[in-house]
């Protein structure tokens, strides 16, 4: 597939032919990275919405899809809605690829100084926030299993709560430097909404009302919808370099590592020490690094090895946990809090 990555398209205000029949047809019609504005004729404030970053992550275009199509309007607030990765989403089967096999994951793309390929197009996506001077940017994300919502950011301050309490009542302050949009440097608060699993039937009505909420204009400065618990330092469990993942309900003798295969279930749970996460070969904790914000390399304190066996050396909170084998491998196994 051929890709301009110097190129973003502009909408404004789509009429139904745009929009099509249905959010694939939708999806399918858009030719790359995609800027929809929907205007208020008498305000001048800009909300972005940001979806699509992962091209497996589908409830934020969905839920985009069904809000426009139902021809409403913002209430004194312009809305711009920013589709990233239309070719990853486009590929068949639609909704399947986090990104195009053989690219890269945009959402490490930015806060880089490279002109090439995806972080161009990174720029051209910061460059589309920036031009409308927002108020709030929203990056709409599905997690890689099953999890309930919550948001996440690499700030924290009275508005970035105050964004977040009318979504969730989770926020993770996360000062791990990836590269992702919500590290963006801007003058308005930047929080990633996780609307959940995009097997979860929820995930996409989180979306929605999130689009509603916004569309009828939150108050950041003087209001909040629910308290919010901040969830401070988590780090990152990852493979280390060319050790392969597997997943399964008991040890399978298999080289590199064995997740067990409901890990998703300790998704926003407590994992008790001493409870068994998976199985490794002889290398043990070897073949895994958990990094913290700093990226030191933390695994000795958080679990340890016994007859095979990865066990919790603690109590901790387990997120974003996947069983997902290409973004195991390619990005990370889970994410722990202390």
Not at 63 to 88: D, G, K, M, T, Y
Not at 171 to 187: K, P, Q, R, V
Not at 190 to 212: F, M, P, R
Request: charged letters at 20%; proline letters at 3%.
């Amino acid at each position: 597939m051929a890709i301009d990555f110097s190129d973003i398209c502009y909408l404004k205000n789509p009429d139904s032919i745009t929009l099509k029949a249905d959010y694939t047809q939708f999806l399918l019609s858009l030719c790359g990275p995609t800027v929809i504005d929907i205007t208020h004729e008498d305000s001048e404030q800009w909300y972005v919405i940001t979806t699509l970053l992962h091209g497996n992550e589908p409830s934020g275009f969905i839920a985009l899809h069904q809000w426009l199509i139902q021809e409403e309007r913002p209430q004194n607030v312009n809305l711009r809605f920013i589709i990233c990765s239309v070719e990853a989403a486009q590929y068949q089967p639609i909704f399947s690829q986090r990104f195009l096999p053989g690219g890269e994951d945009i959402n490490r793309c930015f806060n880089s100084e490279k002109q090439t390929n995806y972080n161009q197009r990174a720029h051209l996506i910061e460059d589309a926030i920036k031009e409308v001077s927002p108020v709030l940017v929203v990056d709409m994300h599905n997690t890689s299993g099953s999890s309930p919502a919550f948001c996440v950011s690499a700030h924290m301050n009275k508005q970035h709560l105050k964004l977040a309490s009318f979504f969730c009542d989770n926020l993770i302050l996360s000062h791990i430097s990836l590269g992702a949009l919500m590290e963006i440097t801007i003058d308005c608060p930047v929080i990633t909404l996780e609307c959940g699993g995009c097997t979860d039937i929820q995930a996409n009505k989180v979306a929605y009302e999130a689009i509603t909420t916004l569309a009828l204009g939150v108050d950041i400065n003087n209001s909040h919808k629910q308290t919010i618990k901040v969830i401070h330092h988590p780090m990152r469990l990852v493979l280390a370099e060319d050790i392969d993942v597997s997943f399964s309900l008991e040890d399978q003798g298999e080289d590199g590592v064995t997740i067990i295969e409901n890990i998703e279930q300790f998704n926003y749970g407590l994992c008790h020490a001493g409870q068994i996460l998976g199985w490794s070969d002889n290398e043990g904790l070897s073949n895994l690094k958990l990094l913290d914000e700093y990226k030191n390399n933390v695994i000795d304190d958080y679990f340890y090895f016994e007859d095979n066996r990865l066990i919790a050396a603690c109590d901790f909170q387990i997120f974003m946990a996947t069983k997902q084998r290409y973004i195991a491998q390619s990005d990370c196994l889970f994410y722990i809090t202390a």
